[in-house]
Each structure stands twice: as structure tokens, then as C-alpha cells.
């Protein structure tokens, strides 16, 4: 069993930065992926990043804003989030999933705990 435990959310200002981390209990090699779920409103697709992180999606709204990036060494996968908005208010959950990077959830067998991220206006 792969446990994912989520840090770095907190209340920014919008045009601000955040980093996300996600870090796992043990290894694998498994994509790692990261969605948010906005209050009232369905998970959405983040970004996701193959194991050897040489392959990385974004959904089109973070796209230029946001990199993903992991270190296997430290078991933690990172969501760096520039340009901050207050659309991007939301509860941001870290996915690991035996597939090559894709948007389905449904592809991702362990999840996160998530962390609150909040986008002042």
C-alpha cells in the first residue's frame, strides 16, 4: 500500500506563488499525478509526470503557470504554481497511478489526503 501525503497549501495573494510537495512511503514507479477540487464542484485534472519525469501533461487552465516536477530519491513529487488566481481555489490531491501520465482519475489506485490551497483576490 502506497500512502501520499500532500504539504504546502496555504492563503496566497492572487499573482502569487506556491509550492506544492508530495511525498510517498515507499518506492515505486508509478506516475504521479495531482487534481483539486474546488468547493461545490467536480475533481479536475492538474498535471500529471511519468517516473522518469521526461513526460508531463497539464490541463489547458494551469498550462504556463504551473511545472510539476519529482525527485524519486526523496519519494516526493513537487507542483510549482505561479501566477496564482483566485480560480485556483481549491483542496489539491496528489495521485499515483500505474499508467503513463493521463487526466482520467480513474487511472490512479492510491491518493492523498489533499491541502488546501486559497487564492485571495
Known amino acids: 500500500q502506497v500512502q501520499l501525503v500532500e504539504s504546502g497549501g496555504a492563503l496566497v495573494q492572487a499573482g502569487g506563488s506556491l509550492r506544492l510537495s508530495c511525498t510517498w512511503t515507499t518506492f515505486n514507479s508509478f506516475t504521479m499525478g495531482w487534481f483539486r477540487q474546488a468547493l461545490g464542484k467536480e475533481r479536475e485534472f492538474v498535471s500529471a509526470?511519468?517516473?522518469?519525469?521526461?513526460?508531463?501533461i497539464y490541463a489547458d487552465s494551469v498550462k504556463g503557470r504551473f511545472t510539476i516536477s519529482r525527485d524519486n530519491n526523496k519519494y516526493t513529487v513537487y507542483l510549482q504554481m505561479n501566477s496564482l488566481k483566485p480560480e485556483d481555489t481549491a483542496v489539491y490531491y496528489c495521485?499515483?497511478?500505474?499508467?503513463?501520465?493521463?487526466?482520467?482519475?480513474?487511472?490512479?489506485?492510491?491518493w492523498g489526503q489533499g491541502t488546501r490551497v486559497t487564492v485571495s483576490a
Open positions: 495521485a499515483a497511478g500505474v499508467t503513463t501520465p493521463t487526466y482520467y482519475s480513474d487511472n490512479y489506485a492510491f
Open positions: 509526470i511519468s517516473w522518469s519525469g521526461l513526460t508531463t
